[in-house]
């Protein structure tokens, strides 16, 4: 596991929120990315992330389209063989956390399933995304994608 998302997995809810609102939206993702939930503050946050990856979700699989790619589709990989399932749209807004722009995954035109999800994410590191899970208007997750180590 990257020694960031490792250091993630150690911190708070507060802590996470502060190096999301210190960075800027970055670049959207391309292609393949590998998931990691995040249960903050929890002492088994490492565990629960190994459990999630092995039995529910992988990540994310990003296609962004030309002319200016800030705008795109995605996938996720879900269940233990990494099925795409779960289509989101992707583009830029104000973030629902402090009102910057940020990168948004909207469900709620694509999927029945997670109509009031809305996922957020920012660029912390080259190709390494925090990411916040909203239901509805509700934080109830967070998460971190590497674009990386899907690659490797």
């Known amino acids: 596991m990257n020694e960031t998302i490792e250091y993630w997995l150690r911190l708070n809810?507060?802590?996470?929120?502060?190096?999301?609102?210190?960075h800027s939206a970055?670049?959207?993702?391309?292609?393949?990315?590998q998931g990691t939930a995040i249960v903050a503050g929890s002492p088994r946050a490492k565990t629960f992330a190994r459990f999630a990856r092995a039995l529910a979700w992988q990540?994310?699989?990003?296609?962004?389209?030309?002319?200016?790619?800030?705008?795109g589709i995605l996938i996720n990989k879900v269940l233990p063989a990494g099925l795409g399932m779960i289509v989101a749209k992707v583009y830029r807004d104000k973030s629902w956390m402090d009102g910057k722009?940020?990168?948004?995954?909207?469900?709620?035109?694509?999927?029945?399933?997670?109509?009031?999800v809305r996922d957020e994410i920012r660029e912390i590191e080259d190709g390494l995304y925090l990411g916040k899970v909203w239901w509805g208007k509700k934080r109830i997750l967070d998460f971190a994608l590497n674009s990386h180590k899907a690659r490797a």
């Not at 809810?13 to 210190?22: A, T």
């Not at 970055?26 to 990315?33: A, E, K, N, Q, Y």
């Open 26 to 33: 970055g670049s959207l993702p391309h292609g393949d990315t």
């Open 13 to 22: 809810r507060e802590e996470l929120d502060d190096i999301y609102i210190s």
């Open 101 to 116: 722009e940020t990168i948004v995954i909207d469900y709620s035109s694509t999927s029945i399933l997670a109509k009031k």
């Open 59 to 71: 990540g994310k699989v990003f296609d962004i389209f030309p002319p200016n790619f800030e705008r």
